[in-house]
Every structure is written in C-alpha cells, then in structure tokens.
C-alpha cells in the first residue's frame, strides 16, 4: 500500500468519523429539553472534533514511523558499506550504489530467494528492464540490498498499521466522548490555534535550520583555512584542485569580493533611489486616482520580472550597448567594458525601482493628510509641502525602506552573475568588471562536488557573510521602520 | 466717552456701507455626482467674526473650504458659483491658488502641528512667502505670533523642541499662530476648539476676540454659545441650504425661520 493510499484511507475514516460524530451530536441535541439543559456547541463542531481526532495522531504517527525507519535504514547501509571500506570518500559512492540497487530489486519485484548472488547477475537483470546501474558494485551488496528492502518492509506494515489503527481509536475515541456539555468549539478553536502558531514556528525553524546548516559547514572551513586570512584577505584565488586530491593551497580573501558587491549595490542604488524616489512621489502627491490605479501595477510588473531576464538583458543587449557608445564617444576606445560594475548596477538599478518607489510610496501616503492639509492651507506648493514637511516626516521610513532595498541589491545574484564577470580584484573603476560574493558562490559550488574541500566549504562562509550582512540590515530597517510608525500613532 | 459708547466700540463693527471682505454668489459644491451644497449666497464682512452653525453634515465645511480652495485637494470635488475676495473672483484661471491660501488662512479641526520645532512651525509660512528679510525679522515675527496666540508664556523656553510634544491646546494655538504668521487677511477656522476642554476653549475665544482686530474671521461650530459669544454675523445650514444669516444677535433672539428656531432650541441637530 502506497503511502498515498494511507493517507487517503486515514481522510476517509476523519470523513466518516465528521459525519457520524455530527449526527450523534445532533440526535442528542435534538432529544434534549433546551429548557433544563443547553447544547455547548454545535454539531458542526463534533464532527470536526471527531475529524481531528482521526487524522491528526494518526498522520503525525506515520510520519514520525516513516523518517525513523529512514533513519534505521540509512544508518545500516552505512554501517556494513563502512566496515568493507574504510576510506570515506569511496564509501559515500558505494553507499549510492546500495541504494540503488535496493531500489533496483524493489522496481523488478526480487526478494527472499529470487535475489540472484552476484551483482554482475542483478547488473544484467537491470538492465535488460531497462535500469542501468553503475558498473563498480561488489557483491556483498546485494544482500545486503534486499536485507534493507525486507527491512523496509517490515517498517511499513508496522507504520501503516499502527497509523490505521490509531485513525480508527481516535475516531471512536471522540465518538464516544460526545456529550450535550463538551466544549467541542472551544477544542476546535485551540486546534486551530496551533496549526496557525506551527505554521509561523515552520518559517522560523526553517532560519534557524539555515543558519545552522549554514554554521556547520562553515566551521568546518575556518578548521582549515584561518578566518583572519579569510576576512582580511586582498587576494581571491581558490586554485581549484583536481577531484580528490586534496590540500592543493588557495587564497580566500574575501575583501575583493565585499568590495564589488558593496560597489555595484552602490551604483544601483544611485541609480535607484532618485527614479524611485521621485517615482513615488509622484504616485503618492500628484497622480490622480485614475492614473495611480494604471501607472503602479505597471510599475510593480518590473518588480515580477525574474532576474536572470535582467542578467540576460545586460549582457545581450545594454552591455554591448554601452561598450559601442563609450567606443563612440571616445574615438574609438571602449572605456566600458562589457561587463562592468556599471552595467550591472545600472540593471540591478532597474530591478530595484519598484522596490523604492513600492515602499516609499506606502511611507509617504502613509503621512496623514492632515500634514498636507496644513501646509497647502498656508499657501505652499505642493512641491514645497512634499520637500519641507512630507519627506522630513516620511525620512525615517524612506530610510529604512532603501536599507530593505540595499540589502536586496547586496543578495541579488543572477544579474550579477551575468553582468558582473568573474575577475575578483579591487579596483575602482566601474566601467570595469568586479565580481560580488553571490557569483562566487555560485561559481564554487558550480559542477558536481563533493563538500569537503575548502574549494566549495568556502561557499559556505561566503553565503554565512552574506546573510549576517543583509540580515543585520534587514533588522535595522524593520527598527527604523517601526519607530516611524509610533510616531503618527 | 461714556460707558456706552465704550461698549459699542467692543461691540460688533458693522459698517453696513463698507464692501464685503468676501462674497459667495450661487455657491453650490459637488463631490462627484453628489451635490453638498447648494445656491448659497452669503457676505463675510471685514474685520467681523462670521460663524457657520448647522446640524452636522450641512456643508459648513464644505463651505468654509471653498473660500480658500482648499477643496481642490479634494478628488473630484467641484465648486460652482461665484466666490470673491475684494471683488475677484477666486475661482478665475488667472487667479494664483497658493496666493490666494496665502491671502485667506485655515485653521483646522484637529490640531495638525508639523513634526518640527515649534519655532520651525510658526515660520515656515512667512520663510516660504519671503515675508521676513532677516533673521531677526522672522523671529520677530515668530515671537510675535506666538504672543499673540497667547502661547508665548508656555513655549518661549523650549522654541526647539517639537511641536508635536504639545497639550492639544497648545497644539491648536500652535496651530493658529503658524496662520497668522503669514499675516492672512482672512483666517478661517474649522471647529477649533472640538478638541479642546473648555479652559482651553476659552482661551481660544478670547483669542479670536482680539484677533478681530486685524483679521476677517470665518469659525465653523457647533456650540451656540461660541457662536453667539465671539461673533458678529451668524449663517445657519441646513441639509446644504444656507437657511438664514444675520446679527448673531438676531439669529438667537429672533430667528425668522422656523428651522432656525428649532436648531438654536435644540429640536434638530
Ligand atoms: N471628501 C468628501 N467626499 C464626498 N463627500 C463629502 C466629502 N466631504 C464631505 N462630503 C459630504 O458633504 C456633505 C457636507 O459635509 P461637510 O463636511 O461640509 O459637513 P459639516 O457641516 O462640516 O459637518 P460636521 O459638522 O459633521 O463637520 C456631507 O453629506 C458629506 O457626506
Ligand atoms: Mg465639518
């Protein structure tokens, strides 16, 4: 039985647990004198009592079984594949080919004795099924295959069970409780209370998941390269070393790569906040309805664009563009380069006008009219009440908003990627290229590697940078953000 | 000089030969398709305090906006009729909007400080309008402002410090010191004091008392005693109708319509 099957099994039993809980609770309603005795809840509320308590233990139960088995299974290959190999780099591959080859004899419905003994014999019935497998097996590995598939199954008739029977008690448990007096709504609502409270605790576990898989990886790489020499490192060199041999030295500085993506977030950022700035005054002070309600959305559309789209768009289009243009107006010379701070900034300046001018545009309508009102009523301008008490009032937000902003521009990475180039050095010219810390990352972790190297773990001190500097800035701004807030409350 | 004649210099200024400050002709405003007001003609006289009375929802606002075209800020507001100032017509294309708001000053209901010094509130008026030609002319003219609003004695030690940090009394003194720094020939005042505990309110009236002197005033409010306390001429509305207008006087003691009656009386409202 799939475990789709269970699921819809363990659905089927709430559905009719709903249904029989509802009718219970209404015949006993029904039969009672409203006069001595008032009903707590509604019917509608038994049953979906009823329905929780048949799905809700039941599908935790399974899943809870299903990982453990998972766990069970995976440490077993791993402790018989390690004990014919010792060095952990072949044994990493060879615990895959287990893997596959217990999905092999599961796919052509192998077990007990039908398993053949070598595994050039299974290699071959894989194959004439039409599944490859890899060629370096040995033959220690099929047995133990099918001993995980018995295993396996075992795990699942043992899940599957429990998990129906725990459908089947809970829907009889809330079955029998039902009673004229029992707080059915108020259970419901404390249901619903915590799997509103599990979902925002998912969004927080999932940070804190990151950070910490983030601050592993990253340790590991300080073990083996010196993070002054990381942090204050001016030269970026990683010398890929060829696959397995290792401790071939490379350089990880990381001021290189900072200085670039500080520098183009810079160049975007200029280009940016004044166009979205203005952008949003003019929405927020001057468009009327008719044009706001047009003119936004459409402003907004660029903000939906993906940014490799941006990334394609510069390298095809505008830095060529500006290479041709600077070409002409130097006689001849490009000054730009195709790729180039410039370029990039400009791009990523494009992204990010929606973003300015969405989140100025809230923090400037945002002050209340009774400001505006004040000042047209002494006889200013509108572009004097905007510049002398609207964007006084409104700094702060702005302020916040733009750090959002360049926090955006700092993690932004496919423009980049493609606009940026690759050379990491420190340099300021911006019709140049640089690289940013985002391309680093992915140029490291580009190929199929193994995350053991200082090469690739490197990636992972690069992402941790990354995300204590947007994160730091991120918090800044929701501070500036929301003691603006309390300023008109 | 006798005790008479000294009352009657206090008394109302009526000078019925002098020309109105302001005339409103067939003034009748809509927001969108929906008419707020309708046909009315009404005199603000200089140098008198004018109060608008009505039930709530009557278009006294809606009026007192239209004098200084504050209802263009509106959308989809529209102003028919004809509206002057010393016999211009403020409504003509030709007419600068930002001068006119210069020219008639509005105080509002609530309390609307900017989020800047005290100081910085009072002059930012005459600093846009280049009134002061010095430093110390425009602290002058802050100074003299706030004295006037009868705010000095509470502030002169703490100039810098926000004005929104103020009591909402000090806020709406505040507030009417910012109008009449840029030295408005008319100064219209929506409910004042609606916010105001009735200390408060009584500084505000003997305020607007003495401010009669240099200014046309113009106060929407919905307490009759206000009205029959600070003002001259009285106008009452009603469902967008100017009903009747008159002496204040007149208005309370001898009404000629019979809604007036009834509003002044308490029936409606
Ligand atoms: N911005 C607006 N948009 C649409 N209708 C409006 C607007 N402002 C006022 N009105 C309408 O115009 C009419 C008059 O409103 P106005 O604010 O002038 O009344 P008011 O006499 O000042 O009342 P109150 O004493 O409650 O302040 C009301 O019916 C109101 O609903
Ligand atoms: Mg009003």
Redesign the interface.
């Known amino acids: 039985m799939s475990a789709g099957w269970v699921v819809a099994i363990v659905l089927a039993i709430g559905a009719l647990a709903y249904f029989f809980a509802a009718q219970r609770a209404r015949v006993q309603r029904d039969g009672t004198d409203r006069a001595k005795e008032v009903p707590h809840s509604l019917p509608t509320y038994h049953g979906w009592l009823a329905f929780i308590f048949a799905t809700v233990p039941a599908l935790l139960v399974y899943l809870v079984v299903s990982s453990v088995s998972a766990g069970l299974l995976d440490s077993r290959i791993r402790s018989e594949v390690t004990a014919h190999i010792a060095d952990p780099a072949a044994a990493s591959l060879s615990i895959g080919i287990v893997r596959n080859a217990s999905n092999a004899l599961t796919q052509l419905d192998l077990s007990g004795p039908n398993v053949p003994t070598s595994y050039a014999a299974l290699r071959d019935m894989a194959k004439s099924a039409g599944i490859t497998l890899a060629d370096s097996g040995e033959d220690y590995m099929v047995p133990l295959a099918a001993g995980v598939n018995a295993d396996a199954g075992v795990h699942k008739l043992i899940g599957q069970g429990l998990t129906l029977l725990l459908s089947l008690a809970g829907a009889a448990f809330a079955y029998s409780r039902i009673r004229l007096r029992l707080r059915a709504r108020n259970q419901v609502e404390r249901v619903v209370l915590c799997s509103l409270l599990g979902a925002s605790t998912v969004a927080i576990l999932t940070t804190v998941g990151i950070i910490l898989s983030m601050l592993g990886e990253t340790i590991h790489f300080f073990s083996e390269v010196d993070p002054l020499t990381f942090f204050f490192g001016t030269v970026w060199d990683p010398r890929f070393a060829a696959a397995g041999s290792s401790g071939s030295e490379g350089q990880f500085g990381l001021i290189p790569l900072l200085m670039g993506t500080l520098y183009i977030a810079l160049v975007s950022m200029l280009f940016a906040v004044p166009v979205g700035l203005m952008a949003a005054v003019y929405m927020g002070e001057y468009a009327?309805?008719r044009v706001r309600s047009t003119v936004k959305p459409l402003l907004e559309l660029l903000a939906g664009i993906p940014t490799i789209v941006y990334g394609i768009f510069a390298v095809v289009t505008l830095g060529p563009f500006f290479r041709d243009l600077s070409a002409a107006l130097a006689g001849g010379f490009s000054f730009i380069q195709a790729q180039s701070v410039f370029t990039a900034g400009i791009v990523m300046g494009v992204m990010l006008i929606p973003v300015v001018s969405s989140l100025s545009d809230d923090v400037i309508t945002a002050v209340?009219r009774?400001?505006?009102?004040?000042?047209?009523?002494?006889?200013?301008?509108r572009s004097?009440t905007i510049r002398?008490?609207i964007l006084?009032?409104a700094l702060p937000g702005i302020v916040g908003a733009l750090l959002l902003t360049a926090s955006r521009a700092i993690g932004e990475t496919m423009i980049v990627v493609l606009a940026a180039g690759v050379a990491a050095r420190i340099n300021f010219n911006p019709f140049e290229a640089m690289t940013t810390i985002t391309v680093k990352i992915v140029n490291q972790l580009t190929g199929d590697l193994e995350f053991n190297s200082p090469q690739t773990l490197v990636a992972f001190a690069l992402g941790l940078t990354l995300f204590t500097l947007t994160l730091g800035m991120n918090v800044y701004a929701l501070y500036i953000v929301r003691k603006y807030r309390e300023?008109y409350e | 000089m006798s005790l008479e004649s000294a009352a009657t210099i206090a008394a109302p200024v009526s000078r019925p030969n002098a020309p109105p400050k302001m005339q409103g002709e067939k003034v009748g405003v809509f927001y969108g398709e929906k008419q707020a007001l309708f046909d009315v003609d009404l005199k603000i006289e200089q140098f008198n305090v004018t109060s608008l009375i009505g039930p709530s929802g009557c278009g006294k606002s809606t009026f007192l906006r239209s004098l200084?075209r504050?209802n263009d800020?509106i959308?989809g507001c529209r102003v028919v009729g004809k509206i002057t100032l010393d016999h211009d017509d403020i409504y003509d294309p030709a007419i600068d909007v930002?001068?006119?708001?210069?020219?008639v000053?509005?105080v509002?209901q609530?309390p609307?400080?900017?989020?800047?010094s005290i100081y910085e509130n009072v002059a930012?008026?005459p600093k846009?309008?280049g009134i002061a030609r010095n430093k110390a002319d425009l602290d002058e003219i802050v100074h003299s402002s706030l004295r006037r609003a009868g705010l000095w004695n509470e502030v002169k030690d703490r100039l810098q410090e926000p004005g929104t940090g103020l009591s909402g009394g000090q806020q709406q003194r505040l507030?009417i010191a910012?109008?009449i720094a840029?030295k408005p020939e008319v100064l219209l005042m929506d409910e004042p004091c609606s916010a105001l505990d009735p200390i408060a309110t009584a500084v505000i009236e003997e305020l607007i008392d003495e401010l009669r002197e240099n200014f046309t005033i113009v106060i929407v409010t919905h307490s009759m005693q206000q009205a029959a306390r600070v003002s001259q001429k009285t106008a009452f509305f009603h469902l967008g109708k100017l009903i009747e207008e008159g002496k204040t006087e007149d208005i309370f003691t001898n009404p000629k319509n019979k809604q007036t009656q009834d509003y002044i009386t308490g029936r409606i409202g």
């Open positions: 009327s309805n209340p009774a400001m505006r009102d004040g000042s047209l009523a002494l006889g200013a301008t004097e002398k008490v006084p009032a300023q | 200084n504050m800020t959308d930002v001068e006119l708001r210069a020219r000053g509005m509002f609530k609307n400080p900017f989020p800047k930012y008026g846009i309008h507030c910012r109008a840029t």
